[in-house]
């Protein structure tokens, strides 16, 4: 299970910077912003009528000219859909349409040439179906001039631009209602999102620390009575445990990288489907492990007999109790995933898996701590920024939303719906966002647990509030930015490792946290011998 959990660790961390709302305004450098032609460009709700009954609504994207799109459905006009004749909308309609919307087809005319037609022909707004079933961003040429336009263009994906095609030239009355409407400044989704991060992180912290502990008594027990030798065997490392060193720290870089391109590239329906099994294997054996370390505390005797099984060793009868509803946990959530509320069965999985590695994945120092993060702060900016200079977009940011695959992002995440978010969606952050910062917080608390410090004396609240504060600017910025999918690690490294660095620092601890990652102790087992009294 050790060299699991380090794989996992690599793996899972991959996505460390997949904190994203989900985008609603799309900004583009690139498209050419001049007079008349520079709007933000913006989602668009095409609520349709059929024959007097309401029918489907379809999401197409704003275009850079023309007057902006109101926000409030109340404000919105219910508008008769027209069929433009020609389909093309390449030459002016043979008949006036008269306040109607006019749908068209792409064809191979500028888009501000078919929106001049459509508006001279009397049309209210014109909406136009893509050859494709992705959006395209219909902006206006360099040389263009005469961008005077005045009724609003919406594009449709390919496959419901057909449909509304489909109704018209089977003869339904259609209408249609244009608007977009704003994003909430904050969406509770993000609050709970941010309370389950700190909250896994906490309980993550108190599980490795109460461990260490228990730990560190048993082997003052064991000095206490002379038992050396047992000592040294338990030293030898048959605990589980598994100490990170700088090499594999860097290494992080290097294999998760590798990992998030092979993700990218690869992405599709059956690697999704490879990547569902993966993480219910490590969900099982996260929430097994974390149900057993609760429920021994009730069942000890099951918890302290052994049975012995093949290819696996002595296993625990609690243990074999717990495994078969832990799978069929797993099992239920895989099949039935994409159901509403399967969202709240994988995060259950998830946060049991980040839980139980960080209790046996460990940081031995602050040395090492500061190298993991700081290679996975630079991972985390070239992947979610700098690569769009190569692959044209956020490589970390399409592998978290899923965007090649029909699935609502890779399972290895925390994801919560958007709430009050009329756009919907979720809310998600990447594994890796809340276990290497726990990995830190972790080792803050069982130096406290160690060194005998007080809340406020030691170091594990200060790094905690870090951390939460860290992930707090995360999401400010994330809003900000309107929805564009942030490096979470961008805000939590420098806040986490800055406390930490700079309180020991100022407490005159730094060397020991540095180096050591643990106090200075006086071994209470050697006794210093007594000197021969001396004459008066």
């Not at 859909?81 to 020609?86: C, E, G, I, K, N």
Request: hydrophobic share 50%; charged share 15%.
């Amino acid at each position: 299970m050790a060299a699991a959990a380090v794989l996992a660790l690599l793996l899972l961390s991959a996505l460390a910077g997949a904190a994203t709302g989900g985008d609603i305004v799309h900004h583009d450098d690139e498209a050419p912003k001049i007079p008349g032609c520079n709007n933000d460009f913006i989602l668009v709700k095409v609520q349709s009528w059929v024959n007097g009954k309401e029918g489907d609504e379809f999401v197409g994207v704003g275009a850079r000219f023309g007057p902006k799109i109101v926000s409030k459905e109340k404000h919105a006009n219910r508008t008769k859909l027209t069929l433009a004749d020609p389909i093309e909308c390449c030459s002016p309609p043979k008949d006036k349409v008269s306040g109607d919307v006019l749908l068209v087809q792409r064809g191979k005319c500028k888009f501000t040439k078919k929106a001049k037609f459509a508006e001279a022909a009397g049309a209210s707004a014109i909406v136009i179906i893509n050859h494709v079933h992705e959006l395209y961003k219909m902006v206006c040429e360099k040389n263009e001039t005469d961008l005077d336009i005045h009724i609003p263009a919406v594009l449709l994906p390919k496959d419901a631009g057909s449909d509304l095609h489909a109704l018209l030239t089977n003869g339904n009355a259609v209408s249609v209602q244009l608007y977009s409407p704003d994003r909430p400044v904050v969406d509770t989704a993000e609050v709970f999102l941010w309370l389950m991060a700190v909250g896994t992180v906490l309980g993550a912290s108190y599980w490795s620390a109460w461990s260490a502990r228990e730990a560190v008594i048993e082997q003052e027990k064991l000095l206490k009575d002379g038992h050396e030798g047992l000592l040294n065997v338990e030293a030898g490392g048959s605990s589980g445990m598994v100490d990170i060193n700088v090499a594999s720290a860097i290494m992080f870089v290097v294999v998760a990288s590798c990992f998030l391109i092979m993700l990218y590239k690869l992405m599709s329906y059956w690697f999704v489907e490879l990547l569902v099994v993966i993480f219910c294997i490590g969900g099982v054996e996260g929430l097994q492990t974390c149900l057993v370390a609760v429920l021994s505390r009730w069942f000890k005797p099951a918890a302290e007999s052994f049975v012995k099984v093949p290819f696996i060793g002595a296993v625990s009868h609690l243990t074999l109790a717990v495994c078969p509803f832990c799978v069929a946990f797993a099992v239920l959530w895989a099949v039935f995933r994409q159901v509403p509320y399967a969202w709240i069965g994988q995060d259950i999985l998830g946060i049991a898996l980040i839980v139980t590695v960080i209790q046996i994945v460990r940081v031995p120092n602050l040395k090492v701590g500061s190298v993991l993060l700081s290679c996975a702060f630079l991972y985390d900016i070239f992947w979610v920024f700098v690569s769009k200079r190569w692959f044209h977009e956020s490589v970390m940011i399409v592998v978290a939303r899923g965007d090649k695959t029909d699935e609502d992002g890779v399972p290895m995440l925390l994801k919560i719906p958007r709430m009050f978010d009329p756009w919907g969606g979720y809310s998600i952050i990447g594994f890796g966002d809340i276990l290497l910062p726990g990995l830190i917080v972790a080792f803050a608390l069982r130096y406290d647990f160690v060194a005998k410090k007080s809340l406020q004396s030691g170091y594990f609240l200060w790094s905690m509030v870090a951390y939460g504060s860290g992930l707090l600017i995360t999401y400010v910025a994330l809003n900000l930015m309107d929805g564009h999918g942030q490096p979470a690690l961008l805000y939590i490294v420098p806040f986490t490792l800055g406390t930490l660095i700079a309180l020991g620092w100022k407490r005159g601890e730094l060397q020991n946290l540095w180096v050591k990652g643990e106090p200075e102790r006086v071994c209470t087992h050697m006794h210093m011998p007594l000197l021969p009294a001396t004459p008066n």
